[in-house]
């Protein structure tokens, strides 16, 4: 059956700038997260947000769903004398680390110095003693390993310096974290971000990912130190130029500028906890205080997922950071394929131990029932015919009469340098065919590029997936994943209705082959052909991971998602909320209150 075509005013769209955009909150992702005044411990908490919900009627009472936020509330209110500890243990590091590395380089002059006598010494005696000096050099182990002693110092020079400085501060214990896991529209998410709305202003390091935007951060983070790594050159010559002026002979000094690329090349090597300490905590910033980790969909897809997430995620909980996590499964069923058994099973122990493991424990899909009670409103058209692509232009040209703008061509920037063309584009709203978005080898990366840049997607011509366009309904649930995370508005034109799409066609059902890999900076990239190809992106690594996508089960979670989040992405209570929280609004707002303190500053100097 065709649904009709109605359009309720384009206040819903978030078009018109209401008293919703102007009362926007920073930094917050749903709809559902605005701030609330119940007369409660914690007005702005989860449990509050919920609560607001349900007594106007936008969600359904549901006891899984009030328990959940009941113990998103309780960690909440633990995070206050934690950020509090947090910030006084950051203090205290900092001034440990300070007098570290000036023991450290006092020390470095003190060896330097017994060098540089020894070569005085070694000097003069040189020519009393050719032939001991011959024994000496025959005597001398030919067996030794290059580094060996640069790592015996190393390690030698950090004992002294734990001796003298002390050992490292004890962080305060940190709150256990939640990982909430459930089926498919139990509300996971939309608890999570409540949460995540409501730590604004009281913890100042937060961050929430998706699982595609946490893997693409990973990847680039990683490619940089590896290309810190490969300009050895670069690092040399800056080294060289701090030790040139020390009054010390040439060897000296070039002993000096090996112990110090020494050290850096050891810090270097630890990739992953590198990554972490940069994933969260923005080098511009202070680094004092607590920090939350929100993470979206959690899975295990292959096993650069498995070894990157559980490297990342266990230095974070270990140096004190509170995740909180959804996940269709429950941590023990990420990895039903065992690959890397023993990374993995680490892994899982570290967040049994550092999260309370929540199960929402619903069979309902929320965003459907919510769909039900709010038909009026409609953005997808379906079939392809004249009716469905007469609507779509309709809606398509009262948008951009309504922003009051000119159709445009732009180029976007995308991560790892690349560029993304944008055919039809206007003050924050823009439109693609299906065939343009999916049917070239763009991925998660394109995708963000686009929900952080533009608030409305229009997209016409959307296929019925089948298993000859498998890549292509891969990209089209990947970008219905970022569309959702960053709250943008999306308009379709349809073959089929939301819940046929995925349902395959005459060809045959849908299973995803290649399953969801990160974008690198090229599609066929070192990394992306070894997880593909190999089942590894190291040593240790089994093809057996890769087979576990031949089952399809990851593509069933995929696809119900994707149809789930289409069905949200229809209803009121998502289109109210794009205004205030989609990153073009928000930037807008940033910018708005930037200027108008500029002015009140330019007013008070007069």
Not at 190 to 199: I, Q
Not at 282 to 302: M, N, P
Request: charged letters at 25%; a neutral charge; aromatic letters at 8%.
């Amino acid at each position: 059956m065709r649904r009709a075509f109605s359009i309720s005013g384009l206040q819903c769209l978030g078009l018109v700038r209401s008293s919703t955009y102007k009362l926007s909150r920073l930094n917050t992702r749903r709809s559902y997260c605005q701030p609330l005044h119940i007369s409660q411990t914690n007005p702005s908490g989860p449990l509050a947000q919920y609560t607001n919900l349900v007594e106007e009627g936008k969600l359904r009472h549901d006891p899984n769903q009030e328990r959940v936020a009941l113990e998103l509330d309780k960690l909440l209110g633990r995070l206050e004398q934690y950020e509090r500890d947090m910030e006084e243990y950051h203090e205290k590091l900092a001034k440990w680390e300070d007098n570290r590395e000036n023991e450290r380089r006092r020390l470095l002059m003190e060896e330097a110095e017994l060098k540089q006598q020894e070569s005085w010494t070694s000097s003069l005696s040189r020519h009393r003693s050719k032939l001991f000096g011959r024994w000496l050099f025959r005597r001398k182990p030919e067996n030794v390993e290059p580094g060996v002693g640069k790592w015996v110092s190393y390690l030698n020079r950090e004992k002294k310096l734990d001796s003298l400085v002390g050992s490292r501060p004890t962080a305060p214990p940190a709150p256990k974290g939640l990982y909430i896991w459930g089926n498919v529209g139990s509300g996971k998410t939309m608890l999570m971000d409540m949460f995540y709305t409501a730590t604004q202003g009281i913890v100042k390091h937060r961050r929430r990912y998706h699982f595609h935007e946490a893997m693409l951060k990973i990847n680039e983070q990683m490619h940089k130190i590896w290309k810190n790594q490969v300009e050895e050159k670069s690092l040399q010559s800056s080294i060289s130029n701090c030790v040139i002026n020390l009054p010390f002979d040439t060897k000296v000094k070039e002993w000096l500028a090996a112990e110090e690329r020494y050290k850096q090349e050891v810090q270097m090597k630890n990739i992953l906890p590198a990554v972490a300490d940069k994933l969260l905590i923005d080098e511009h910033v202070d680094r004092k205080g607590a920090s939350i980790l929100c993470f979206d969909e959690i899975q295990t897809v292959d096993v650069f997922a498995i070894v990157a997430l559980s490297g990342i995620v266990s230095r974070l909980l270990s140096t004190g950071t509170v995740l909180v996590a959804t996940s269709n499964r429950a941590p023990k069923d990420l990895n039903k394929d065992g690959m890397q058994r023993e990374i993995f099973h680490k892994f899982v122990a570290k967040l049994n131990k550092r999260c309370e493991i929540v199960l929402i424990g619903s069979e309902i899909d929320y965003r459907r029932l919510i769909a039900q009670r709010s038909i009026k409103q409609v953005h997808y058209f379906w079939p392809l015919d004249s009716s469905a692509r007469k609507n779509f232009e309709t809606m398509w040209h009262e948008v951009i009469d309504q922003v009051e703008g000119q159709i445009i061509s732009v180029t976007i920037p995308v991560m790892f340098g690349r560029v993304l063309e944008v055919p039809e584009s206007c003050y924050g709203v823009a439109r693609f065919t299906f065939e343009y978005l999916c049917g070239q080898p763009v991925g998660a990366a394109d995708y963000i590029a686009v929900a952080e840049n533009y608030h409305t997607v229009f997209i016409s011509d959307i296929p019925a997936m089948s298993m000859r366009i498998r890549d292509k309904a891969r990209r089209f649930i990947t970008l219905i994943d970022e569309l959702y995370n960053h709250h943008c508005r999306l308009v379709c034109c349809a073959a089929a209705s939301i819940d046929q799409l995925f349902q395959g066609t005459e060809e045959g059902t849908l299973f995803d082959l290649e399953s969801f890999q990160f974008e690198t900076e090229t599609e066929g990239g070192k990394l992306r052909r070894n997880v593909l190809e190999g089942g590894t992106v190291g040593s240790g690594g089994t093809p057996t991971g890769i087979m576990s996508m031949m089952s399809g089960e990851e593509e069933i979670f995929a696809f119900r998602r994707a149809v789930s989040r289409l069905i949200e992405m229809q209803t009121p209570l998502y289109l109210e909320g794009v205004g205030s929280f989609h990153p073009y609004f928000q930037r807008q707002c940033q910018e708005s209150e930037t200027n108008c303190a500029g002015d009140l500053q330019s007013q008070s100097s007069l």
